[in-house]
């Protein structure tokens, strides 16, 4: 059995800034700025990307819902292809939030579905991401602590 192994390091940076608008932020993000070792005789080469695009959260009057809307325009810095990635969630009550999203430009995957749950400092996430072409479904779980 053959093992095959590539270090490196990756970095992320990002600005939020909450406009003047109740409710409407704007976010820039520019992912995996770093480098990579050989992975066996072949160069890896992190798929460094740039994100933006703005939200606006909305609470409902006289209930206990809150909507978001999202949208963003992504762009990999060594290909030619940008997407347009959208997104919606809404939260009952601080305590379930469903969500919907879609993704353009890719050939394999577009619509996806969530689910979150909210609990004093703990959040527990599920995604929904099926594929086409025969290449399955994704199923996502995270975990997430606040202190």
């Not at 997407?83 to 999203?101: D, S, V």
């Given at each position: ?97 469903l969500r919907g ?27 929904f991401l099926p ?17």
């Amino acid at each position: 059995m053959f093992t095959d192994e590539a270090t490196g390091y990756g970095f992320d940076f990002g600005l939020n800034h909450k406009t003047q608008l109740q409710g409407l932020t704007l976010s820039i993000v520019i992912k995996n700025i770093g480098s990579m070792n050989s992975l066996r005789n072949v160069e890896t080469k992190l798929p460094a990307e740039f994100r933006v695009g703005p939200s606006y959260v909305v609470s409902i009057e006289d209930s206990d819902f809150e909507l978001t809307i999202a949208t963003e325009l992504q762009k990999y810095f060594d290909t030619d292809d940008i997407h347009l990635n959208f997104g919606t969630e809404i939260i009952y009550n601080k305590l379930i939030a469903l969500r919907g999203g879609y993704q353009s430009g890719y050939e394999s995957k577009d619509f996806s579905a969530g689910v979150g749950l909210f609990w004093g400092n703990l959040k527990f996430d599920y995604a929904f991401l099926p594929f086409s072409f025969g290449l399955g479904n994704a199923n996502l779980f995270s975990l997430q602590f606040k202190f």
